[in-house]
């Protein structure tokens, strides 16, 4: 028989694992986290997502989704009468979905190498990054979340930037979102980390701090 009920294959540091909890956390739907060791990797794991073996995995009545949009969309349609994560109008969806991919595709991509540059390329790091988070905040004009009013899909998907970047900043001496270049990225961070279902979810700041800070000096040492 199938196992019931829902379960989160997850990382304690990982962002990705993040947007699923705070997908399932809006959506009121209890879970089993499990904590995975990338290093040692569980048979549950790799039985779950043989194909990239990579966190998260949600395990719904026996059933595995893997990557973590896919998975936010599904909790958004498989727990319809919770709290709405996709924008109901079509067109609303599709650009939730265009945003998502640029800041996947394009800012995040921008982000990674401030944590391991130094001197003049981490100034061009920066300025490369806050160019392009400058044109994602333009998806948040005029509006208190990327959703509208409440927490949406895009929220849930760069949500992180507001946890780890600064601890990126702090890490590296760089200065990204702030209130001269990003107004609007900045007053959303504050107000994404004050949300319940997203402060609950967030791993602690002082050990995600402790442990990218000794990736960051092994990576500069390679």
């Known amino acids: ?6 379960k989160l294959l997850g990382m ?15 959506k009121g739907v209890e879970y089993e986290y499990v904590d995975e060791d990338l ?6 794991l790799l039985r779950h ?10 395990v719904h009545d026996g059933k595995p989704i893997a990557e973590s949009t896919i998975i936010v969309e599904y909790i958004d349609e ?19 979905r265009f945003w998502a991919r640029f800041a996947e595709e394009k800012c995040s991509s ?9 001197g003049e390329p981490l100034r061009k790091a920066v300025h490369e990054a806050q160019q392009c988070l400058k044109t994602l905040e333009t998806a948040l004009e005029g509006k208190k979340f990327f959703g509208g009013d409440g927490v949406g899909y895009l929220d849930i998907v760069v949500g992180w930037y507001a946890h780890w970047l600064p601890i990126i900043e702090e890490i590296s001496g760089a200065s990204v979102v702030t209130s001269e270049e990003l107004p609007l990225m900045k007053a959303w961070f504050d107000r994404i980390l004050a949300v319940d279902a997203v402060k609950a979810a967030l791993p602690d700041r002082d050990r995600l701090l402790a442990a990218n800070k000794a990736r960051r000096e092994q990576l500069l040492a390679a």
């Open 78 to 96: 498989a727990w319809k009468g919770g709290y709405p994560i996709m924008p109901a109008d079509p067109y609303e969806r599709a650009q939730a």
């Open 110 to 118: 921008a982000l990674y190498p401030i944590f391991t540059a130094t």
């Open 49 to 58: 997502n043989p194909v990239t073996k990579k966190v998260p995995v949600l």
């Open 1 to 6: 028989m199938a196992e019931k009920g829902v």
């Open 12 to 26: 304690w540091a990982s962002p990705m694992v993040n947007r699923v909890e705070w997908a399932l956390r809006l």
């Open 39 to 44: 290093a040692n990797k569980s048979a549950d």
